[in-house]
């Protein structure tokens, strides 16, 4: 069963505007990450935020944690045509490593 | 430094024969992963080994074999293909299960089974 559903599953957006996208989760973490996927290619890390942790940065990426709320929000501001891609969400619990993710969304910057 | 590397990258086989995909990184990380990306389902982990000759089952491990007898290579194998087995396939590997530990993944492998 997936551990993160994500929203939207599909965004649309012109070159510039900033995207948001939504992880939500259903049991205690130790970690959530962000991958980006390009169409055809395999995974690629961005971004990793610990459970005591709320907010990350790292270039124009942008993640917040509420663990409260089980959920996490991936912003990536002043977007560009190379950042299409679909984006998914993926946590860690316990000591073992293994990753649950969530379906993804896809993200379209028209040029 | 080749990193992750899968192969085949593309494959095509026929119900009820034995395909093995082959996944080596040069890193000598001691986890590595097998996940199934299919659409709807997102990545589902197969099985994962957390170092040479240990691997445990994940969340789809029906109708896979895997094996890890040395560190570098984690071959996945379908013992009789299935066409519900036609997927793409990423292998991946991670340093340790430290905390801030991620895991790189290789380019994948799209198997379609006839």
């Known amino acids: 069963s997936q551990q993160g559903e994500e929203d939207p599953q599909a965004l649309s957006i012109q070159e510039g505007e900033n995207a948001t996208m939504n992880c939500s989760y259903k049991?205690?973490?130790?970690?959530l990450q962000w991958y980006r996927q390009n169409s055809g290619r395999g995974l690629v890390h961005l971004i990793l935020i610990r459970s005591n942790e709320r907010e990350k940065h790292s270039g124009r990426l942008r993640v917040t944690l509420d663990t409260s709320k089980k959920s996490s929000s991936l912003l990536i501001t002043a977007s560009r045509a190379a950042d299409t891609a679909s984006y998914f969400c993926a946590t860690v619990g316990g000591n073992t490593g293994k990753l649950i993710f969530g379906q993804g969304t896809t993200l379209q910057v028209k040029p | 430094d080749a990193g992750i590397t899968q192969s085949p990258r593309y494959k095509i086989t026929e119900t009820g024969r034995q395909v093995t995909l082959m996944c080596h990184q040069t890193w000598s990380h001691s986890y590595m992963f097998w996940y199934r990306q299919d659409l709807g389902h997102g990545l589902r982990l197969i099985y994962y080994s957390a170092a040479a000759d240990i691997t445990d089952k994940g969340e789809v491990p029906d109708g896979y074999v895997v094996s890890r007898s040395k560190t570098e290579n984690f071959p996945l194998t379908l013992e009789s293909a299935t066409r519900s087995q036609t997927s793409v396939y990423f292998c991946a590997s991670m340093r340790t299960s430290g905390l801030t530990d991620t895991q790189y993944f290789g380019p994948g492998t799209r198997l379609t089974v006839l």
């Open positions: 049991t205690s973490i130790n970690n």
